[in-house]
Nanobody, 121 residues
Framework: QLQASGGGLVQAGNSLRLSCAAGRTSSNNAVGWFRQGPGKERNFVASINWNGGLTSYADSVKGRFTVSRDRAKNMVYLQMNSLKPEDTAVYYC?????????????????WGQGTLVTVSS
């Protein structure tokens, strides 16, 4: 039900914006972004509540990444600035069980296919 897009290859220090087509069924749910680097677990990156009024970020991306949503278009975005090689990962968006922010994978029930972000040094 969710589809992430916008990944690609960028140089360190540059920016990239990911998009997530969240669908109508997720319009009243919080949506989160997670990422999974090579040989690593899938970890929380950011989340946003149903109307965009509340957001949460992993410490590793605070001040560099911004999550937002456009309810009219059922889209959620992840603006990534000052990218670092350690940001290289497959990025996934997911809809939470309800309208609350969570950093836990178990609280997200709908997952889309990821999009690969590669940051070169």
């Amino acid at each position: 039900q969710l589809q992430a897009s916008g990944g690609g290859l960028v140089q360190a220090g540059n920016s990239l914006r990911l998009s997530c087509a969240a669908g109508r069924t997720s319009s009243n749910n919080a949506v989160g972004w997670f990422r999974q680097g090579p040989g690593k677990e899938r970890n929380f990156v950011a989340s946003i509540n149903w109307n965009g009024g509340l957001t949460s970020y992993a410490d590793s991306v605070k001040g560099r990444f911004t999550v937002s949503r456009d309810r009219a278009k059922n889209m959620v975005y992840l603006q990534m600035n000052s990218l670092k090689p350690e940001d290289t990962a497959v990025y996934y968006c997911a809809a939470a069980r309800g309208n609350y922010l969570s950093t836990e994978r178990k609280d997200y029930i709908y997952w889309g296919q990821g999009t690969l972000v590669t940051v070169s040094s």
